[in-house]
């Protein structure tokens, strides 16, 4: 990208101070893989979100991860697997997070998408940071159901979670959110 102004870089400038929920500013997210963005070019953004979303196992990460902490953007760990565990746990910044993304969207079995959440969940439990989790497809149920129950914070959608608790088409996002909402409450 060479420093030139990217797309995404106008995006992350556009919205971060104008999104608000409530009369309050709301907090953003964005994902870095998404956004197909790097150290040099998050340095462009003159209103930088307040949170990242870093995948470990992204190429960059850790240089990534600090320059959005000296930029004084939150970093939100997405690990996937155990050797993004390792990455993370190595990375002189790991305390530092905002919080951990449990990510199991590799994993569809839905038994074994659990268990690598919880083995993920508990290597990264030493940290201290709340931890947020989701999963894929038809296993994105379960792991949501796991996350509850050991008191996390979950993330659905459509991004991942195509197919509903019954086995049909999901819900759409709200629908979704409506959903874990009414069983939380």
Avoid: C, Y
């Amino acid at each position: 990208m060479g420093g030139a102004t990217t797309p995404a870089s106008a995006v992350v400038t556009t919205l971060a101070p104008t999104i608000e929920v409530g009369g309050q500013r709301a907090e953003l997210a964005v994902k870095v893989q998404w956004l197909k963005t790097g150290a040099e070019s998050t340095r462009l953004w003159t209103a930088p979100p307040d949170v990242v979303s870093l995948n470990l196992v992204e190429a960059g990460s850790i240089e990534l991860g600090h320059v959005l902490l000296e930029r004084g953007i939150g970093i939100e760990a997405g690990v996937f697997t155990h050797d993004d565990v390792d990455r993370l746990l190595a990375a002189p910044w790991a305390g530092q997070v905002r919080r951990v993304l449990v990510e199991v969207i590799f994993e569809h079995e839905a038994p074994a998408a659990v268990e690598l959440a919880r083995a993920l969940d508990a290597r990264v439990a030493g940290l201290g940071r709340p931890r947020l989790w989701h999963g894929d497809g038809q296993a994105s149920w379960a792991v949501v159901d796991a996350a509850l129950e050991a008191g996390h914070d979950v993330r659905v959608g459509l991004e991942d979670s195509l197919i509903g608790r019954d086995g049909g088409p999901a819900a759409g996002n709200a629908g979704q959110v409506a959903e874990i909402g009414a069983r939380t409450s």
